[in-house]
């Protein structure tokens, strides 16, 4: 079983930064696969962006590529999402997911995921 558990939203100015958190447990943390998904009140869940086993490869949706930033800390279990330039379309429920076997990306969704934490960018 795998637990994530998100933390680190809430409101921000357009231009300000975020930082979020997903804590994990359960299995071993740096041999899965993770990501970052967004999904906004009556719209589709959003592909942001993931990284893969090891840290050996991160992937970017064309919207937040060069704002954000995905990485992890195996030590700590955890993984990370640096949001700069926040603008108001960025304002949505954000999602950590985990895929133990397969790259996490706009595909497949991913079998494990966290709660969801709310960021809000005011213009």
């Known amino acids: 079983q795998v637990q994530l558990v998100e933390s680190g939203g809430g409101l921000v100015q357009a231009g300000g930064s975020l930082r979020l958190s997903c804590a994990a447990s359960?299995?071993?943390?740096?041999?899965?696969?993770m990501g970052w998904f967004r999904q906004a009140p009556g719209k589709e869940r959003e592909f942001i962006a993931a990284i893969s086993w090891f840290s050996i490869r991160t992937v970017y949706a064309d919207s937040v590529k060069g704002r954000f930033t995905i990485s992890r800390d195996n030590a700590k279990n955890t993984l990370y999402l640096q949001m700069n330039s926040l603008k108001p379309d960025d304002t949505a429920v954000y999602y950590c997911a985990a895929d133990p076997k397969n790259n996490v990306g706009p595909g497949d969704p991913p079998p494990y995921w966290g709660q969801g934490t709310q960021v809000t960018v005011s213009s």
């Open positions: 359960g299995r071993t943390f740096s041999a899965f696969n």
